[in-house]
């Protein structure tokens, strides 16, 4: 099971043909939507499938449910090395927990900005232009849970406020400046925002006719690189800070499930595909968004993107790991519903910020 976007889907369909050709298992993959993969049940997942994507939020929920196989047990320990050293960013450590390897990195993301060449001449360097954008109604950012809470995440970030994920209070005082900041971009940002997650956000950017030239906060998807993919091809870029720090790591891993009858092939399979060879090769020419630094670094798949990974690799490597214990994401959803209930009542950072930090404590 997968994501239903050609980015989450292709390259794992093309993978599975190579698989099976080299005389391996015959895989099909079935798909979900984006929604339903930031919220859907990993352990109902796990119960009717071998190989299961996931990220990384899920691995303290998952371990607790033993619903998924330990790779570590299954894998062979040079693949899992070589795979860990060509981890871009985090990828891989996010989805060790409690001492144990849940799922391998084969998706890297996190939170950068997308722009369109020829609305606006470069990528944003600096916040002082975003409202101003905004307001001419060229500038949006999407807002759709759990996008907005992200963006929040990001925003502390860049503004250098340590976010403890050990503690029972996640959001420091330093966090009341980041939420004025989104507060304002909703204010100016057309309301439909709200009903956008980053994919919404990409296609109203990718038509002809759109006026919309930036968006300063969004999971970079490369397909919108592609050209063809899109009307309008989009051009990505590390976010508008010279020390892009703290951006919320994104991206996805495949998994094996403890429930199936053969999982020391599932796990055979999640080597491969997420090895350096195949990342920079297979996975990323058919669509993928690798996760191995063996793909960021090659001038071949960054020619075909526009540079889509040069571009945002500074932001990747810094990116920060969202809390993954189980009761995350109960937290995650409640907390964006509720921040955004307090973005459009203009309620006063201090209120917002206590309100999240009260459902953070109730989810440990």
Same mark, same amino acid.
């Given at each position: 099971?997968?994501?239903?976007?050609?980015?989450?889907?292709?390259?794992?369909?093309?993978?599975?043909?190579?698989?099976?050709?080299?005389?391996?298992? $015959?895989?099909?993959?079935?798909?979900?939507?984006?929604?339903?993969?930031?919220?859907?049940?990993?352990?109902?997942?796990?119960?009717?499938?071998?190989?299961?994507?996931?990220?990384?939020?899920?691995?303290?929920?998952?371990? @607790?449910?033993?619903?998924? =196989?330990?790779?570590?047990?299954?894998?062979?320990?040079? +693949?899992?090395?070589?795979?860990?050293? *060509?981890?871009? *960013?985090?990828?891989?450590?996010?989805?060790?927990?409690?001492?144990?390897?849940?799922?391998?990195?084969?998706?890297?993301?996190?939170?950068?900005?997308?722009?369109?060449?020829?609305?606006?001449? $470069?990528?944003?360097?600096?916040?002082?232009?975003?409202? +101003?954008?905004?307001?001419?109604?060229?500038?949006?950012?999407?807002?759709?849970?759990?996008?907005?809470?992200?963006?929040?995440? $990001?925003?502390?970030?860049?503004?250098?406020?340590?976010?403890?994920?050990?503690? @029972?209070?996640?959001?420091?005082?330093? =966090?009341?400046?980041?939420?004025?900041?989104?507060?304002?971009?909703?204010?100016?940002?057309?309301?439909?925002?709200?009903?956008?997650?980053?994919?919404?956000?990409?296609?109203?950017?990718?038509?002809?006719?759109?006026?919309?030239?930036?968006?300063?906060?969004?999971?970079?998807?490369?397909?919108?690189?592609?050209?063809?993919?899109?009307?309008?091809?989009?051009?990505?870029?590390?976010?508008?800070?010279?020390?892009?720090? *703290?951006?919320?790591?994104?991206?996805?891993?495949?998994?094996?499930?403890?429930?199936?009858?053969?999982?020391?092939?599932?796990?055979?399979?999640?080597?491969?595909?997420?090895?350096? $060879?195949?990342?920079?090769?297979?996975?990323?020419?058919?669509?993928?968004?690798?996760?191995?630094?063996?793909?960021?670094?090659?001038?071949?798949?960054?020619?075909?993107?526009?540079?889509?990974?040069?571009?945002?690799?500074?932001?990747? @490597?810094?990116?920060?790991?969202?809390?993954?214990?189980?009761?995350?994401?109960?937290?995650?959803?409640?907390?964006?519903?509720?921040?955004?209930?307090?973005?459009?009542?203009?309620?006063?950072?201090?209120?917002?910020?206590? =309100?999240?930090?009260?459902?953070?404590?109730?989810?440990?």
């Amino acid at each position: 099971m997968t994501w239903d976007h050609p980015r989450g889907y292709d390259p794992l369909a093309a993978a599975s043909r190579v698989w099976a050709e080299m005389g391996g298992e $015959t895989i099909e993959w079935d798909r979900r939507s984006l929604q339903d993969f930031e919220s859907y049940p990993v352990e109902e997942l796990a119960r009717r499938y071998d190989l299961i994507v996931i990220d990384h939020p899920h691995v303290g929920q998952v371990a @607790d449910a033993g619903c998924l =196989a330990a790779l570590e047990e299954l894998c062979d320990a040079v +693949a899992l090395s070589e795979i860990a050293a *060509g981890s871009v *960013g985090g990828s891989f450590e996010s989805y060790n927990w409690s001492g144990h390897q849940w799922a391998l990195p084969i998706d890297a993301a996190a939170q950068v900005q997308a722009w369109v060449p020829g609305r606006i001449e $470069t990528p944003l360097r600096d916040w002082d232009t975003v409202i +101003a954008l905004a307001k001419q109604g060229r500038l949006t950012i999407p807002l759709r849970p759990p996008h907005s809470l992200m963006s929040l995440f $990001t925003l502390i970030g860049l503004a250098g406020g340590p976010l403890s994920v050990d503690g @029972d209070v996640l959001f420091p005082e330093a =966090a009341h400046p980041a939420y004025d900041r989104l507060a304002e971009f909703a204010v100016v940002v057309d309301p439909l925002a709200y009903e956008q997650d980053p994919i919404a956000v990409l296609e109203a950017m990718a038509q002809p006719d759109s006026k919309l030239a930036v968006s300063p906060l969004i999971y970079g998807y490369v397909s919108y690189s592609l050209n063809g993919f899109r009307p309008q091809r989009i051009g990505f870029a590390d976010l508008a800070a010279w020390d892009p720090r *703290g951006s919320a790591l994104g991206g996805t891993g495949i998994a094996v499930s403890a429930f199936g009858e053969t999982p020391e092939r599932a796990a055979a399979f999640a080597a491969w595909v997420a090895s350096g $060879t195949v990342q920079r090769s297979l996975y990323a020419l058919s669509g993928g968004q690798p996760a191995h630094a063996d793909a960021w670094v090659d001038n071949t798949v960054n020619a075909l993107v526009a540079d889509f990974y040069i571009a945002t690799r500074k932001t990747l @490597d810094s990116a920060w790991l969202r809390p993954r214990h189980d009761g995350y994401m109960t937290f995650q959803h409640a907390a964006s519903e509720r921040l955004n209930q307090s973005l459009r009542s203009g309620e006063t950072a201090a209120s917002a910020i206590a =309100a999240l930090n009260a459902l953070y404590r109730d989810s440990k």
